[in-house]
């Protein structure tokens, strides 16, 4: 069955540092998203991609966040000076788009970011 | 804005017992509701939605779950559950027009031998 990746699993880096997370979506799904979670807290939206832009975002999603598409097949999430607060599990998901709201979302198994 | 409560953060129970997830949320608009299971060390994995229709949802591994409207709830039930069914189970919504997901904290279903 395919399923949605994630490298790396594990991710450690200095405050102020760039980190890039990267995800490689099922291949024929068309929306992307990124999500986090902070340990011991509820998983939170941070943006949602599609046709090479971004559909929505959250208030956590600020300038410090980016995302692209770089080629056909994968997904990334730039964090350009990381803080302490961006330690987090990071998932990223994605979707087919033929029903909108009511699309199963399908995750990876999630990248650690810790922050030194 | 749509928020989801699940009011239990751990539920231990003992195997081939019953258990019960409770999740309530609050939105002013219509919802499409899930639940979702997360094993250690792996991603979210979808169990069941309700869209519409039956409020009555079956889900993988044996889980079904009911919408009541009246009283916004999605509770998610098993009738008899086994130790591989230990993982932390995520509630969440997302507006019938919308896309991404609000998730509800989690709860922690242990399942003892």
């Known amino acids: 069955e395919p399923e949605v990746t994630q490298t790396p699993s594990h991710q450690v880096t200095q405050m102020g540092q760039e980190v890039i997370l990267r995800c490689v979506p099922i291949?024929?799904?068309?929306?992307f998203y990124w999500y986090r979670q902070i340990l011991g807290q509820k998983v939170e939206f941070l943006v949602s991609f599609y046709n090479n832009e971004i559909s929505e975002k959250s208030e956590i999603f600020d300038d410090q966040f980016s995302v692209e598409r770089p080629d056909g097949s994968n997904f990334t999430l730039k964090i350009r000076s990381t803080k302490l607060e961006d330690s987090a599990m990071y998932f990223c998901?994605?979707?087919?788009?033929?029903?909108?709201?009511?699309?199963?979302?399908?995750f990876g198994p999630g990248t650690r970011l810790t922050v030194l | 804005a749509q928020s989801v409560t699940q009011l239990d953060s751990q539920v231990p129970v003992f195997e081939e017992a019953p258990v019960e997830l409770r999740c309530n949320y609050s939105?002013?608009?219509?919802?499409?509701l899930f639940w979702y299971v997360q094993y250690p060390n792996q991603g979210l994995q979808l169990l069941l939605k309700y869209l519409s229709g039956s409020t009555l949802v079956k889900g993988i591994n044996g889980f079904e779950a009911e919408f009541n409207k009246s009283q916004t709830s999605f509770h998610l039930r098993k009738p008899s559950v086994h130790i591989s069914d230990t993982a932390e189970y995520f509630c969440a919504v997302v507006l019938s027009h919308g896309q991404n997901f609000v998730f509800g904290p989690g709860t922690r279903l242990s399942v003892l031998p």
């Open positions: 939105s002013s608009v219509s919802v499409y």
């Open positions: 291949s024929n799904h068309l929306y």
């Open positions: 998901a994605s979707s087919d788009g033929s029903a909108r709201g009511a699309d199963t979302q399908y």
